[in-house]
């Protein structure tokens, strides 16, 4: 009789253990958590950014950053325009330069640089022209600066390009 007190004691101390831990899961859901406007939206087209700086190429970095960065989040395919659910526009708006810190000797001279691209976004849905989402969004680098300052400026550029893509996907796909 007592083993049989113990293995049901036993047996309700697992059963509650087992309840909390699965309390932890409410609210979880599987798969991608789209936000509630891209709910219905499964692909998207992204023609190529606009760009109203002064920066040569900037356009095609900063676009295929994004394709790149909204194909690693899964949550939408890439399609022509023609068979996608909505339109991703976006124009680069501005890119600046800013110095962090320069070198002891000359306070003009920059050794470390932050690179900041701001670009304004929508998103709209292809049937209806509606939009469903716009903002504006931030992407930056930073960088120190090495003799060829061409390429350290064009590694910094394409840095702050992919943070900008990844917060673009972020936004679209999660809602953040």
């Known amino acids: ?4 007190r113990l293995k049901r004691k ?3 101390i697992n059963s509650i253990i087992i309840l909390i831990g699965m309390s932890s899961c409410i609210g979880y859901k ?25 920066e040569p190429r900037l356009q095609t970095l900063v676009t295929n950053a ?11 395919r890439i399609s022509k325009p023609e068979l996608s659910d909505a339109t991703l526009f976006a124009t680069i708006k501005n890119i600046s330069r ?14 470390e640089i932050e690179i900041i691209i701001d670009v304004i ?5 292809n ?6 989402d716009k903002g ?15 390429l350290t400026k064009r590694q910094a550029i394409q840095l702050a390009a992919n943070d900008l893509a990844k917060k673009i996907s972020a936004r679209i796909s999660e809602g953040f």
């Not at 976004?121 to 849905?125: A, H, K, L, P, T």
């Open 10 to 12: 036993q047996l309700a």
């Open 121 to 125: 976004f929508s998103v709209e849905e």
């Open 66 to 76: 994004t394709v790149k960065a909204l194909q690693q989040a899964g949550t939408y």
């Open 30 to 54: 599987l798969g991608n958590n789209k936000p509630t406007n891209l709910q219905r939206i499964n692909s998207v087209s992204v023609p190529i950014f606009k760009n109203e700086t002064l």
């Open 98 to 111: 800013k110095q962090l810190r320069s070198t002891r000797e000359n306070v003009l001279k920059t050794k």
């Open 1 to 4: 009789m007592t083993a049989y």
């Open 136 to 150: 504006t969004i931030k992407g930056n680098s930073t960088s120190y600066l090495d003799s060829n300052f061409q």
């Open 127 to 132: 049937r209806t022209g509606k939009i469903l």
